[in-house]
């Protein structure tokens, strides 16, 4: 029996057909091109029906992750990088293609933490958080043994996190964890401090102001310029204050580290967890474990496949 796993972001598609046993059959990359609204929607459904073809009666799950809300009552999803996607009705839209299968829909924060929960480092934990630092910032959580959803299916937007004050307006569109630590946090707080420093001339400078991204910024990090080192030091510490009081308030027994970011961030998850112990919980703080994601940015899209059979009997 197999599984279709699909992991939407917001300017690409993964796709994987899985056995139940978490052995990949198949996985391939697709671009959406600029399409929008009910384009995306069709790209998946084509797909869908594309991989039905391929896999006949064998498949019997479709799980889907989305860079959003999955609205689970109504059906929705709410995707800010899809134009059109407010209220995208995509679960009657993947049931009309296969009505037949199981289709299950999710944020990627959930499928993430569900993936390292199935196949990856968070195997055999009833509670553990995966971090997700990209674009954004996102967390899933899990806890005895559940995913927390919230009321309104929003839990887990902690790039909206207050770790300092006073409340500025720039926070607004992203939050202000976001806005200092994600990988356009990053850039942003490197061109900030850049701005100021007229007589500095070290790698960063190569760059036009509006061509730094995080990637540069570790680059230059790795070559000791010396602002890069100071915007790295400044994440490494939102990064330990947001982990501290996630495990205070959850008693994880993991906290997982993903996203593109961690990538080139995983050498320093040591140092958050030594910034992280001076805010956590005493107790809290020595029994949880820091650890990188195990799916080499695959958490989201595994987690999408176990969507549809996490609920099943053993």
Same mark, same amino acid.
């Given at each position: 029996? #197999?599984?279709?796993?699909? &992991?939407?972001? %917001?300017?690409?598609?993964?796709?994987?057909?899985?056995?139940?046993?978490?052995?990949?059959?198949?996985?391939?990359?697709?671009?959406?091109? *600029?399409?929008?609204?009910?384009? =995306?929607?069709?790209?998946?459904?084509?797909? =869908? $029906?594309?991989?039905?073809?391929?896999?006949? #009666?064998?498949?019997?799950?479709?799980?889907?992750?989305?860079?959003?809300?999955?609205? $689970? $009552?109504?059906?929705?999803?709410?995707?800010?990088?899809?134009?059109?996607?407010?209220?995208?009705?995509?679960?009657?839209? =993947?049931?009309?293609?296969?009505?037949?299968?199981?289709?299950?829909?999710?944020? &990627?924060?959930?499928?993430?933490?569900? %993936?390292?929960?199935?196949? %990856?480092?968070?195997?055999?934990?009833?509670?553990?958080? /995966?971090?997700?630092? *990209?674009?954004?910032?996102?967390?899933?959580?899990?806890?005895?043994?559940?995913?927390?959803?919230?009321?309104?299916?929003?839990?887990?937007?902690?790039?909206?996190?207050?770790?300092?004050?006073?409340?500025?307006?720039?926070?607004?569109?992203?939050?202000?964890?976001?806005?200092?630590? #994600?990988?356009?946090?990053?850039?942003?707080?490197?061109?900030?401090?850049?701005?100021?420093?007229?007589?500095?001339?070290? =790698?960063?400078?190569?760059?036009?102001?509006?061509?730094?991204?995080?990637?540069?910024?570790?680059?230059?990090?790795?070559?000791?310029?010396?602002?890069?080192?100071?915007?790295?030091?400044?994440?490494?510490?939102? +990064?330990?204050?947001?982990?501290?009081?996630?495990?205070?308030?959850?008693?994880?027994?993991?906290?997982?580290?993903?996203?593109?970011?961690?990538?080139?961030?995983?050498? /320093?998850?040591?140092?958050?967890?030594?910034?992280?112990?001076? +805010?956590?919980?005493?107790?809290?703080?020595? $029994?949880?474990?820091?650890?990188? #994601?195990?799916?080499?940015?695959?958490?989201?899209?595994? %987690?999408?496949?176990?969507?549809?059979?996490?609920?099943?009997?053993?």
């Amino acid at each position: 029996m #197999s599984i279709l796993g699909m &992991d939407l972001g %917001g300017t690409k598609l993964a796709v994987a057909l899985l056995e139940e046993s978490g052995k990949i059959l198949t996985q391939d990359i697709f671009t959406l091109d *600029g399409r929008r609204g009910a384009e =995306v929607g069709t790209l998946i459904t084509d797909l =869908v $029906k594309k991989y039905q073809e391929s896999a006949g #009666s064998e498949l019997h799950g479709i799980g889907i992750s989305i860079p959003g809300i999955s609205h $689970k $009552k109504e059906g929705t999803v709410w995707a800010p990088n899809i134009e059109g996607w407010e209220h995208y009705p995509l679960l009657a839209e =993947v049931q009309r293609v296969a009505p037949d299968i199981d289709v299950r829909v999710d944020n &990627d924060r959930a499928c993430s933490i569900l %993936g390292e929960k199935w196949l %990856g480092n968070a195997k055999g934990c009833t509670d553990a958080i /995966f971090l997700a630092v *990209g674009t954004g910032i996102g967390a899933g959580i899990l806890a005895d043994d559940n995913i927390i959803q919230g009321a309104h299916d929003i839990a887990g937007a902690i790039g909206w996190m207050a770790l300092k004050r006073p409340f500025e307006k720039k926070y607004i569109a992203c939050g202000c964890f976001e806005y200092y630590a #994600s990988g356009e946090g990053i850039a942003r707080v490197a061109k900030d401090v850049l701005a100021e420093e007229s007589t500095y001339t070290g =790698v960063l400078r190569e760059y036009a102001p509006d061509q730094i991204t995080s990637h540069h910024i570790f680059v230059a990090y790795e070559e000791n310029d010396p602002i890069a080192i100071q915007v790295i030091n400044e994440a490494i510490g939102y +990064w330990g204050m947001a982990t501290a009081n996630l495990v205070s308030l959850f008693n994880p027994q993991r906290i997982i580290f993903g996203g593109g970011i961690f990538g080139p961030a995983v050498k /320093f998850i040591g140092r958050i967890k030594e910034a992280a112990d001076q +805010w956590a919980q005493p107790i809290s703080r020595t $029994k949880v474990e820091f650890l990188p #994601s195990a799916l080499e940015g695959n958490a989201s899209l595994i %987690g999408s496949c176990y969507l549809t059979i996490k609920d099943k009997p053993n």
